[in-house]
């Protein structure tokens, strides 16, 4: 899509009513979004090459961890059969990449959690589909997310999409977050800014922790 297109894209969301802008909250939390080996293992098929995307994850976190908010990571970890994730084991058989067994399931070296932090274990797409996660953050009384992890078109959007329909105002880091397709990860970008969440680059997410 050249500049043109895309200037026109977005004038036609504009035009339509779409992507009013959401002012972030006072009691943020970072969500990091199942940072797994698997897409940063050259030997896995999810192999993703979203290194650059990785190193921002840390250097947000620690800036997470620096401001001292509530963070969460998030890994998917399935029965050896996939039973436990149903039509969505069914329909992705990459999956596999995250049953018993599997190394790829694996957390990056970087972004484990602390003992302070929350290890959500999931089964599906959504960081708060079958879990705890807004029981959680409601007790702490946090009203915007930081969002990271990947893929941006996969588990990053459905957990977006969730947050806001739990009533916390999400922030998606595009530096961030990743996808093994850049068309795919752009546009999904574009949508969530224009649908459900404000879309910041990093510099921007860290003057908003240094402030929090």
Known sequence: MTLADRTAQAADYARAGFGQELQPGTR??????????????????????????????????????????????????????????????????TLVAFCEGSPYGELIDGLEPTCAELLVTKKYASAFFGTSLNS??????????????????????????????????????????????PAIHHSNLFDMQQKMAEVWALTRAQSYLARA
């Open 28 to 93: 943020p939390a970072l969500i990091v979004v199942d940072p797994a080996r698997a897409y940063i293992d050259p030997d896995c098929p999810l192999y993703a090459g979203v290194e650059e995307n990785v190193a921002a994850m840390r250097t947000l976190l620690a800036d997470a961890r620096a401001a001292g908010i509530p963070v969460v990571i998030t890994e998917v970890r399935l029965r050896a059969d996939g039973a436990d994730a149903g039509v969505f084991f069914k329909k992705s058989g």
């Open 136 to 181: 959680y953050l409601t007790s702490l009384g946090v009203d915007t997310v930081l969002i990271a992890g990947l893929s941006t078109s996969g588990c990053v959007r459905a957990t977006t999409l969730d947050a806001m329909q739990h009533g916390y105002i999400p922030i998606v880091v595009e530096d961030a977050v990743g996808d093994r397709d």
